[in-house]
Nanobody, 120 residues
Framework: QVQVVESGGGLVQPGGSLRLSCAAS????????MGWYRQAPGKERELVAR???????NYADSGKGRFTISRDNTKNTVYLQMNSLKPEDTAVYYC??????????????WGQGTQVTVSS
């Protein structure tokens, strides 16, 4: 059974930085895509950034130039470095993983979410 677990959220002042981590573990798999989504109160869940198995990255416009997604293949872990944080970045951040498992079947997995609050 696969698990996707995030860590690293918290409270930070505007202009500050946070780094989120997400590790996939469990049954045998390979990673197709991993990424981060966020959901603010009263809003829909939206993409923040994603990284493919080939290393290609995509960012939402809101995070370009401030957020960096990276990965450690040896640890099946993806990171989101967030700099110059703004109050509008406040949300629950969810890790997303699309994993290829036995028989070549790919499945989506979500983490439980980690709260990021940007406030003075």
């Amino acid at each position: 059974q696969v698990q996707v677990v995030e860590s690293g959220g918290g409270l930070v002042q505007p202009g500050g930085s946070l780094r989120l981590s997400c590790a996939a573990s469990g049954s045998r798999f390979s990673i197709n895509v991993m990424g981060w989504y966020r959901q603010a109160p009263g809003k829909e869940r939206e993409l923040v950034a994603r990284i493919t198995s080939g290393g290609s990255t995509n960012y939402a416009d809101s995070g370009k130039g401030r957020f960096t997604i990276s990965r450690d293949n040896t640890k099946n872990t993806v990171y989101l470095q967030m700099n110059s944080l703004k109050p509008e970045d406040t949300a629950v951040y969810y890790c997303y993983a699309n994993l290829r498992e036995v028989f070549g079947i790919s499945r989506d997995y979500w983490g439980q979410g980690t709260q990021v609050t940007v406030s003075s």
